[in-house]
C-alpha cells in the first residue's frame, strides 16, 4: 500500500521524548494532527507545548501500553476529539542488554511487555478502526538489532525481531482492509535511548552510550527517513548503509561464512561483556 498524501491524524507512543518526538515534530511540519502518547507526562506536555508554540495541532496522553485500559482509553479520546486517527507510529520502547546469564527472566518479560505486547495491545485496538474507515497505517519501531543480532543483548535483539516479524504478518494479514504497514530498523543514532536501559552487567551501560554517541545519524534524520518510507509505502526501512550491508551479508552468505565473519566482529564486544564475573567477584 502507498500512502499517497500527508496524513491529517497521526499517533506516536513514546512521543515525548527522542525518536518519537523527532517523529512528532516532522508529521507536525506536514501539516499533520499530532497525539503524542507517552507514560512519561512531564516530557509529553513539554513537547506537545513545544508544537504548539510552533503553531501544530498537537495534544498530548498520558498512556502506558502495557495497561488495555489506557490503551483504549487513548483509543476513545482520538475518536472523540479527531474522529479518528490516519497513522499509528508504534515508537515506544526500552532497552536491555546483558549476557545469557546476566539477564534474569523478570527483565525479559519486561522487555516482552512493552516493546512487543504493548505494539500488540495498540494494533489490536487500532486497526479496527482502520478497517471502519478503510484505510490507515501502522509504522512500527524495530531495530537493525532484530535483523542482525549481536551478543550480550539477547532479550533486546529477541523482541526486535518479533517486531519485525509481527509487522511482516501484520503487513500480510491487513492489506486487503486497504491498512499498510511499514517497520523502521534504524541501527543506532544519537538519541536518549540508553536512559531505558536495564541491565545488571555493569559493563553494557558504558557500552551502550558509547554506541548511541558513535552514531552517524541523529533522530531528527531517521525520522525524516521514517516519514519518507512511509509516504513510500516502504515496508522495511532501514536508515543507516552499514545496516543494509549487514543484512544482505546475512542474506547472501552460507551461513556458516556468516556466523565465523560475526564471530571475529563481535569478540572485542564479547570480552568487555566477558568482565562481568570479575566485576562481581571484586564487589564480593
Known sequence: MKQTSSPTRVL?????????????YRWADAGAKVCIADINTERGEATMTELKNSAADV???????TQQSHVEALRDTLMQEWGG???VVNNAGVATGGSIADEPMPQWQWVFEIN???????TQVFAPIFQQQGRGYFLNVA?????????????YCAVKSAVVSFSESMRLELVDDNIGVSVLC????????????RSDNPVMHGVVNKLLERGTLTAEQVAEMAFQGVQKGEFMIQTHKEGRRATRLRRWLPQSWYLRMMEKQTSKFREKGGRTKSVKKAVK
Open 186 to 197: 534504524p541501527a543506532f543514532f544519537r538519541t536518549n535511548l540508553h536512559e531505558s536501559m
Open 85 to 87: 486517527v490516519d497513522v
Open 116 to 122: 512487543l505486547f504493548g505494539m500488540v495491545r495498540m
Open 143 to 155: 531495530s537493525q538489532a532484530g535483523l542482525t543480532p549481536m551478543p550480550l543483548m539477547g532479550s
Open 59 to 65: 495534544l498530548f496522553c498520558q498512556c502506558d501500553i
Open 12 to 24: 506516536i507512543t513514546g512521543g515525548g521524548s527522542g525518536l518519537g518526538k523527532a517523529l512528532a
